[in-house]
């Protein structure tokens, strides 16, 4: 970086971004070493600011913004102004006053600026003044209907009605030139009698397209049709016509030919007239598009000024930093928010258009952010597009696919929204805490229903095994008699069952035996959660600290240079949550209370139950109440000391 300029810093969503704030520092723009820029290019359609005004700055119209093009069109704006500080005001009004005449581009300006002949020039003047030029006619060579009418008036009408008969004409001299050949197939080549008794039974106005395809008429050695009797019905109108446009009652295939010339040579006349008159009007309109921009040339020129002026600003406070959308006091600031979904009680104020569905799904899982895909439509409007919005905050037990929504654009139109897809990452560290639990539900939940269906299924294979076994059987087969339950083959199994359990037993009073005290059960509990929950919450909050939306616009067609973070309580201001207040009333379809003797009763069981619990645990061992399972040792203890000798006294000899 040139150290020609003193460039102010901030540190702005996790990283350090020079600031913009004055006319001079937009003047010195060029000086700005290009890896400080937050972004590098950015697309000219699909972003919430003025498309005319990207487009004036895509100097190359590649539909890209890079940033040499920001660049040079803050040197021309810098060129054209006075004082550079009107950038940051903005707003769609000059004088000429405002004009810098040192420059040549400058000078431009200023002459086009005094066509209007006023002290003080709107984008809204610029357009009126746009709209009052009128489009001269070019002189253009005149071209002359002189094409001939084979059937007068009625050559449209002929021709439509030709087009419609022409295959199914043809198929019927066809036909009648077959019975010249040979008189037998006569019966074969007309309609089948077993093709119309197939639908005779059925409402025939309904069959229209099978009766369709029927020959157009009975066939005969003549080769001619009569036009009005005799007609297979679904033709019959358009042949009725043609024979009164035509004076006609019967017709050969001569006729025919000859009607279907003429009305060859009158489509190919008409095309080329249609064609000559194409050409006619292309050099009519380019000689007038040429004169309609000389004529708008310095409008244009005023416009481009006025257009720049009031966006360009907003332009950089989302290229060279993301000022816009980092801050606070703006709902919806940076050009990329589309708009605001809402679903499931909450406000999505990140939205942004999906211009690419393939490299969304290819990038936007690595910004870590929980990302909601939806498909919207608005038939007011007539339109439909395709959003992806960032949920921050709140549960998402009941965000699925499928979900439908509302989703508001810029503008307040609003969007019939349905979630089409969904990537799945942490939104909150509480959501965390509880996300192995709801899996562990989860999976419980999806074995217990796989075991249902699997034993639903096993059962109904056995009763249809059964019932075609039965039908099957001869009769008066006798039924197969099942032996008795035999409780002996179950012995070694009820024997390995309960010595599993006095293990398991055992090992719980084992382990349970070093809990003496009862805060000995309070720290068991936390570090059991601490256990099972806190991985997912270690995880959550490395993921939370580094969500980035870098990965979701890169996918858009930006170029992002720097990361773009969306911390814990930067994301809290992204998603707005219902706040209802305190109410103290009786809900009349609220589930009846509990008496207070069941209460009583359920909490005294649960009490007794612990107890017992904890008891065969032995955790009352301390206190003279071993568990069962602790008993074991006891009488090893005693068959001890019974097998121990005891020595006979010896009496000492008398003195």
């Known amino acids: 970086m040139s150290k020609k300029y003193k460039w102010r810093f901030a540190t702005v969503g996790g990283a350090t971004r020079v600031k913009i704030e004055t006319g001079e520092d937009i003047r010195h723009l060029d000086e700005l070493d290009q890896k400080m820029w937050t972004v590098l290019s950015c697309p000219t359609t699909g972003l919430e600011i003025s498309e005319k005004s990207l487009q004036l700055t895509d100097l190359d119209n590649d539909g890209k913004i890079r940033v040499n093009e920001v660049i040079a069109t803050s040197k021309w704006l810098c060129s054209v102004l006075n004082d550079a500080d009107r950038l940051i005001s903005g707003g769609d009004k000059i004088t000429l006053a405002d004009i810098n005449q040192s420059t040549d581009e400058g000078k431009a300006v200023y002459a086009a600026l005094g066509k209007?002949?006023?002290?003080?020039?709107?984008?809204?003047?610029?357009?009126?003044?746009?709209?009052?030029?009128?489009?001269?006619?070019?002189?253009?060579?005149?071209?002359?209907?002189?094409?001939?009418?084979?059937?007068?008036?009625?050559?449209?009408?002929?021709?439509?009605i030709h087009d419609a008969l022409d295959a199914k004409m043809r198929d019927y001299f066809m036909r009648c030139h077959l019975v010249q050949f040979d008189a037998d197939a006569n019966a074969a080549l007309d309609v089948q009698v077993s093709r119309i008794e197939a639908i005779s039974a059925d409402d025939l106005t309904t069959k229209k397209d099978e009766i369709a395809t029927y020959p157009l008429a009975r066939v005969n050695a003549k080769g001619v049709i009569n036009l009005k009797k005799g007609v297979n019905p679904v033709w019959a109108d358009q042949t009725l016509a043609l024979a009164k446009l035509l004076t006609l009652d019967e017709m050969d295939e001569e006729q025919w030919n000859d009607i279907s010339s003429k009305i060859a040579a009158y489509k190919e006349a008409k095309a080329a007239l249609a064609a000559a008159k194409a050409e006619a009007e292309k050099v009519a309109t380019d000689a007038v598009d040429a004169d309609y921009a000389a004529a708008t040339a310095d409008y244009r020129l005023v416009e481009k000024l006025l257009l720049l002026q009031r966006d360009f600003y907003t332009l950089l406070k989302n290229f060279v930093t993301f000022q816009d959308f980092y801050d606070p006091d703006k709902q919806l600031g940076a050009i990329f928010q589309a708009g605001v979904l809402y679903i499931d009680q909450r406000a999505l104020k990140l939205c942004l258009k999906v211009n690419d569905k393939g490299k969304q799904t290819a990038q936007a899982p690595a910004s870590g952010m929980y990302?909601?895909?939806?498909?919207?439509?608005?038939?007011?409007?007539?339109?439909?597009?395709?959003?992806?919005?960032?949920?921050?905050?709140?549960e998402v037990s009941q965000l699925m696919v499928g979900k439908n929504g509302v989703f508001y654009d810029r503008d307040g139109n609003d969007w019939d929204a349905t979630v089409t897809a969904i990537v799945d990452n942490p939104i909150s560290i509480r959501q965390a805490f509880w996300a192995p639990y709801r899996k562990?539900?989860?999976?419980?939940?999806?074995?217990?229903?796989?075991?249902?269906?699997?034993?639903?299924?096993?059962?109904?294979e056995q009763a249809n095994t059964k019932i075609a076994s039965t039908a099957d059987a001869p009769a008066g087969a006798a039924a197969e008699v099942k032996p008795p339950f035999d409780i002996a083959k179950f012995a070694g199994i009820f024997a390995a069952i309960g010595m599993a359990v006095g293990l398991v037993g055992a090992a719980l009073a084992a382990f349970f035996s070093a809990f003496t005290a009862w805060w000995h059960w309070v720290i068991f509990f936390f570090v059991l959660l601490l256990i099972i929950s806190g991985p997912s919450m270690v995880m959550a909050w490395l993921k939370l600290r580094k969500r980035n939306l870098a990965p979701v616009l890169n996918a858009n067609g930006w170029a992002i240079n720097s990361s773009s973070l969306v911390n814990i309580a930067f994301g809290a201001t992204l998603t707005d949550m219902p706040k209802y207040p305190k109410i103290k009333g009786v809900d009349p379809f609220a589930k009846k209370k509990m008496a207070a003797w069941k209460k009583w009763c359920i909490g005294i069981g649960c009490v007794l139950v612990l107890v017992c619990i904890l008891w065969l645990c032995g955790v009352f061992k301390s206190c003279g109440c071993p568990s069962p399972f602790c008993k074991s040792a006891q009488p090893q203890v005693e068959q001890v000391e019974s097998t121990q000798e005891v020595e006979p006294a010896v009496a000492e000899p008398a003195q």
């Not at 003080?120 to 002189?139: C, T």
């Not at 909601?372 to 608005?378: A, D, K, L, Q, W």
């Not at 919005?389 to 709140?394: D, E, I, L, M």
């Not at 562990?440 to 109904?460: F, L, P, Q, T, W």
């Open 116 to 160: 209007f002949e006023k002290d003080e020039v709107s984008l809204a003047d610029v357009d009126a003044a746009i709209a009052a030029i009128v489009k001269e006619e070019a002189a253009a060579k005149s071209i002359e209907d002189n094409i001939e009418l084979p059937f007068g008036v009625n050559s449209d009408t002929i021709e439509g």
């Open 371 to 394: 990302l909601m895909y939806c498909n919207c439509e608005s038939k007011r409007l007539g339109k439909t597009m395709e959003i992806v919005a960032v949920v921050t905050n709140g």
């Open 440 to 460: 562990m539900a989860k999976s419980v939940e999806d074995m217990i229903n796989k075991r249902a269906a699997e034993k639903d299924a096993k059962v109904m």
